[in-house]
């Protein structure tokens, strides 16, 4: 299993994306950092982690460079590029309007 | 993807396929990387050294698959693995190379063949016309009852241009047939070709001059006062030896200087299929070069000589264009009834120009390009057996790679690159037998005075067609014993060497393939056989006059600037002085002689007395002019009445003889002796019919009778005559007493086409046929090779499959003539449906042929009795052969087989 069942389609991506936002990573501090950000609600694996990595590098939205980790070791970071920024902006935007529709829906029930 | 995009991706997708290595190696080290992060987070998280190794591990969730993963999202992978299996299938081909070599040899036969009519097809109807955006320029026709592809006369093409709105601009232009060039003022003039074009011809087609200019508007404006010129690529490289300094020099073309302005671009070889002007000149300059004196060619409006094209607006569409010209045709017909009645005007593209129905040649192409596209499908059934039973040889190896895993798909996509590679091989093979065709095409030559441009050649259109016919033939060979192959059932397969299962289905995909080819051959050779004997049919039937001991010449007293009254005497003195040349029996002067290369003219008329179509003016005929010694030196009876005299002078009245056919045509009922026709209309001139000839052969040996009429010269003159001579010996004796003949009339005097008129029949009713039949039976011969082949392969794999089973039958006391009958059964009873479907298409081509080629109709029953059983008994043959073998089995030997 390769994702864990909840954590819907594209949400790591769109995950990975925010994350990247911030400042440029390699795999394992990106794994760090999501535990560490969602706690142990959303739970990924480090095996679902690179394949996903290595698809938003495909796509064009971030950009991997080698450089040296703060220990001297030789490591991939990934760092968010122009087009990628784009592509967060408008993933957030969708989300936040699935989000509030869902949410609203979720509460009509209740009601 | 927006392209913004592509400068990211496009780096990535290259690196991951030229840098494999380094990437996968990227890919490890990255990995390598997390996981001894994590086991050093263990550790210190109090975890053993060999403890945090596998919590890492785990947290993988299987790493090789993960690294598969990655693999694939840099999408590179379906070459990579079309790389693996280009490399796989050129080592299983290799060791079966004979296989291999034969089936090569095989589609390169069967691609070949199509290689020559498709660069025919190209030639003729695909290739776009050598001008920027072709497929804007549009042809407009004038059109009546009789014909839909007319020209426009010069006033109307100024009016066009003028009129509509649909148009960049409009063009015309009009063939110089015969022109003579001197590049010096005092050298002999030579024969040329050149065309009469607007002066907005380059400009509007977009052809910009490779030295000089084009036309000035202004050049074609005031009649005869602009005497420039602008050669044609391959005339001025001929010609003038590329000189770049040619532009300003001056050249003499019948007898009147010319200003060179510029030369035509390298990739302008003109508008035409056949023929490469060799000059452009401005159609003011018309009158010196006009065929008929009595013609004002750039006033008479019914002077229809021109060819008129236009380039279509972006904006406008062909249905507008179509309107437009529609209702101008209309005012025409109401400014000018004259002229113009019942005469319509339409849009062509170049596509319904170049399949007009009155040319013969793109329906033959056709015929032609389906038959070939047939032996290209015998060659592939014939393959796709091979094949077949060569993935029944593999289905161990099959079996055993489904057993460990591989996916069907992939399978079939490794099958099918083995296929696709024997069918690039073929398909080089292939070009290299077009190419040899297409040089057997290029050297039929053809005996015009002009020289006539072959337009077959293998140029990357036709390569591309051989390929992506290759690439298509490489899905047709090999996709059914692909498919075949993966059905194997894995149990047995991986039993058994010989893993067959039981049941008749595995056959039957073999069998249609060899009722298919079977058929296919009998229809090829049935359509050669037909072919041959159609155009044999034509020349049987005979041309109607004796076409032995006859000298022609042609004259054309224009190269040497005679005027009307000095032509009319050099023809005078010409036919008395050789009238009376020892050996000549007779001679005549004409037009033009039957079943030559030029078109007769034809002539619009009025039958006196006949009750006109309401929506008619007048009729068209071809016709000839002729001179008193016509009838009796071509040798065609006089049926009744009498032949053209020498006393139907020009003060004479006006007299015709008409042939049979069109005496039958308007006077059905009575004779046609002493009837008149009027020229042109109504109010034309009356002509009195004193003579109905008996109908031959005109424009071609298999044409249908036609209407024609025959006028004197004397009452018509026309400056470019034929001087046909009838001989008591040898008829090329006359050559030299001829030639000193005119050259003591004019030793200035060009002599053109000097030959026999047999020589000029051989090329022309007979010559053309020979190769067309020549490469049928070639297709047909090639066809029915790969359908015995193909039989014999079949055959001889049941025999060496059933050779257990037929050794037990012997064993327990078949005799061999059993066995024989055993195996010929299969084989006969294939062969039986190929020939009664093979039948049925043959029907079905003949059909074609007929409504295309010839005119004969019904079904041709000896061709059918000739090709039917001579198929029947070679295809049996190439079955009798293996079965022959296997009734010679030895019982012993065939079951310990194994």
């Excluded at chain 2, 011969?781 to 001889?796: K, S, T």
Aim: glycine fraction near 8%.
């Amino acid at each position: 299993m390769s994702k864990p069942p909840d954590l819907v389609q594209g949400t790591l991506d769109l995950l990975l994306l925010k994350i990247l936002a911030l400042q440029p990573m390699n795999g394992w501090a990106i794994s760090l950092r999501l535990k560490q950000l969602s706690g142990d609600v959303l739970q990924v694996s480090d095996g679902s982690l690179y394949p996903a990595l290595h698809k938003l590098e495909q796509e064009g939205w971030i950009t991997a460079e080698w450089k040296q980790t703060e220990n001297n070791r030789r490591a991939k970071f990934y760092s968010l590029n122009r087009l990628g920024r784009q592509h967060l902006e408008k993933e957030t935007a969708n989300w936040s309007r699935l989000s509030t529709a869902i949410s609203h829906v979720v509460r009509l029930e209740e009601a | 993807m927006r392209p913004q995009h592509w400068l990211y991706t496009i780096p990535l997708r290259l690196r991951s396929l030229f840098r494999r290595r380094r990437v996968e190696q990227e890919l490890n080290e990255e990995l390598q990387f997390h996981l001894e992060q994590k086991i050093e987070q263990g550790i210190a998280n109090g975890l053993s050294p060999k403890e945090a190794r596998y919590a890492a591990m785990r947290a993988m969730d299987g790493l090789e698959q993960r690294k598969q993963e990655m693999r694939e999202v840099q999408r590179i992978h379906w070459l990579t693995d079309f790389v693996d299996d280009v490399h796989y299938a050129i080592r299983s081909l290799r060791r079966t190379s004979g296989l291999a070599a034969f089936v090569v040899v095989t589609l390169a036969l069967g691609i070949g063949m199509t290689a020559a009519p498709f660069s025919m097809v190209d030639a003729l109807i695909l290739r776009p016309r050598p001008v920027p955006h072709p497929s804007n320029v549009v042809t407009l026709v004038s059109t009546t009852h009789d014909s839909s592809f007319d020209g426009f006369s010069y006033r109307e093409y100024l009016d066009i241009r003028g009129k509509t709105k649909s148009y960049d601009g409009v063009i015309a232009s009009g063939d110089l047939g015969a022109v003579g060039f001197s590049a010096e003022p005092g050298a002999t003039p030579r024969i040329k070709g050149g065309m009469l074009v607007s002066g907005n011809y380059f400009h509007v087609l977009g052809v910009e001059p490779q030295l000089g200019r084009g036309f000035r508007q202004n050049e074609d404006e005031v009649p005869g006062r602009d005497a420039v010129v602008v050669l044609g690529p391959d005339f001025w490289k001929h010609e003038f030896a590329s000189d770049p300094g040619v532009v300003g020099r001056t050249i003499r073309l019948n007898g009147t200087d010319f200003t060179v302005i510029g030369v035509a671009p390298e990739t302008f070889t003109g508008m035409r299929i056949w023929w490469h002007p060799d000059f452009y000149m401005p159609l003011a300059m018309a009158q010196m070069f006009s065929t008929n004196p009595q013609k004002s060619f750039l006033e008479d409006r019914d002077d229809r000589e021109l060819n008129v094209q236009a380039r279509l607006k972006r904006s406008a569409t062909l249905q507008q264009a179509r309107s437009e010209l529609a209702v101008l045709a209309n005012d025409f017909e109401r400014e000018y009834p004259k002229f113009n009645r019942s005469r319509g005007a339409a849009v062509r593209t170049d596509f319904e120009m170049r399949t007009r129905g009155d040319d013969g040649n793109w329906k033959f192409i056709v015929v032609f390009v389906i038959l070939s596209l047939a032996v290209l499908l015998v060659a592939c059934t014939n393959v796709a057996g091979l094949l077949l039973s060569r993935a029944r040889t593999r289905m161990r190896e099959i079996a055993l790679r489904l057993a460990l895993g591989a996916g069907r798909f992939r399978l079939i996509r490794l099958l099918l690159t083995e296929s696709l590679i024997l069918s690039c091989l073929g398909g080089l093979g292939g070009i290299a037998v077009g190419y040899g065709a297409i040089k057997f095409l290029g050297t039929f030559s053809i005996p015009s005075e002009l020289p006539v441009t072959i337009p077959f050649r293998l140029d990357t259109r036709v390569l591309m067609a051989s390929l992506a016919l290759s690439v298509l033939s490489a899905f047709l060979c090999g996709l059914a014993p692909a498919l075949q192959g993966i059905r194997v059932d894995l149990v047995n397969g991986l039993k058994s060497a010989d893993a067959d299962v039981p049941g008749r289905k595995r056959l039957w995909g073999r069998n249609v393939l060899v009722v298919a080819q079977v058929s296919t051959s009998l229809m090829l050779l049935t359509a050669s056989f037909l072919m041959a004997r159609g155009f044999q049919h034509n020349l049987l039937e005979g041309i109607g006059f004796a076409k032995d001991h006859l000298l022609m010449a042609s004259f054309d007293p224009r190269l040497v600037q005679y005027n009307e009254a000095q032509t009319e005497q050099f023809y005078k003195l010409l036919a008395e002085r050789v009238r009376v040349t020892p050996g000549v029996q007779s001679a005549a002067l004409m037009q033009n002689p039957p079943l030559a290369l030029e078109a007769f003219e034809g002539v619009a008329f009025v039958p006196d007395g006949f009750q006109m179509p309401r929506d008619r003016e007048n009729f068209y005929a071809t016709m000839d002019l002729i001179d008193e010694g016509y009838f009796g030196t071509m040798g065609i009876p006089i049926l009744r009445g009498r032949a053209i005299l020498a006393s139907d002078t020009a003060e004479a009245p006006r007299v015709a003889v008409v042939n049979e056919q069109f005496a039958k045509h308007y006077w059905p009922d009575s004779d046609a002796l002493g009837k008149r026709i009027r020229l042109y209309n109504r109010a034309g001139t009356p002509v009195e019919i004193v003579g109905v000839a008996q109908t031959i052969k005109y424009r071609t040996p298999g044409e249908r009778p036609m209407d024609f009429l025959y006028m004197p010269l004397a009452q018509h003159p026309v400056a470019r005559m034929v001087l046909l001579m009838r001989s008591t010996g040898d008829p090329l004796q006359l050559v030299k007493p001829v030639k000193d003949i005119v050259r003591t009339l004019d030793p200035n005097m060009p002599m053109l086409r000097t030959r026999t008129y047999e020589d000029l029949y051989r090329y022309n009713a007979v010559e053309g046929p020979r190769i067309a039949i020549e490469m049928v039976g070639t297709m047909g011969a090639v066809g029915l090779l790969l359908a015995i082949a193909g039989l014999y392969g079949l055959v001889a794999y049941n025999v060496s499959r059933r050779t257990r089973e037929i050794g037990i039958r012997m064993a327990l006391g078949a005799a061999s003539s059993d066995v024989l009958r055993l195996v010929m059964g299969k084989g006969l009873v294939l062969v039986g449906m190929g020939t009664v479907i093979g039948l049925a298409m043959g029907f079905a081509v003949e059909q074609l042929m007929n409504s295309m080629l010839f005119n004969a109709g019904g079904v041709d029953v000896l061709a059918y009795i000739i090709v039917v059983p001579s198929l029947f008994l070679v295809t049996m043959l190439a079955a009798y052969v293996p079965a022959r073998r296997a009734s010679r089995i030895v019982p012993t030997q065939a079951l310990r087989y194994e």
